[in-house]
């Protein structure tokens, strides 16, 4: 059976802001502090973290939601792609971004839950924190 979890932060920034800086390779690689490129339409592909993470751009609803496929190098080959929905929604204190992860391989969940803390919610508090 697969892995899957849902995940929220509220980081300071507007949801519009945000939604441009994940699909954005020159800002999504500011914020993580490793190589990213995107291309930000319904089809094209995503890369993350030098390569470690890949996947397809699946649906974009501008400043609200983003769906990807999502594998990391870590899958195992014959493994299908996960999915990612990625939600903005406008709270009193910025943008509450949730992230719902499905479709993980068995036993990988919870790594990665500690992964998207570490490796995105923090640094995008700090990436926006001080911006608009």
Do not use: C
């Not at 496929?69 to 792609?81: G, L, N, V």
């Not at 479709?103 to 969940?109: A, F, L, T, Y």
């Amino acid at each position: 059976m697969d892995d899957s979890f849902e995940i929220s932060v509220v980081i300071n920034t507007t949801p519009k802001s945000l939604y441009e800086a994940w699909l954005d390779s020159e800002q999504h690689s500011a914020f993580t502090g490793s190589k990213a490129q995107v291309d930000p339409q319904v089809g094209g592909s995503h890369s993350a973290w030098d390569g470690y993470i890949e996947g397809k751009i699946l649906e974009l609803d501008p400043g609200r939601r983003i769906r990807q496929s999502w594998r990391t190098s870590e899958f195992p080959q014959k493994s299908a792609d996960s999915t990612l929905d990625i939600l903005f929604e406008e709270v009193a204190e910025g943008t509450k971004i949730t992230l719902k992860h499905s479709q993980i391989p068995e036993g990988q969940g919870e790594s990665y839950r500690e992964g998207w803390d570490d490796n995105y919610f923090k640094p995008l508090e700090q990436y926006f924190s001080g911006r608009t």
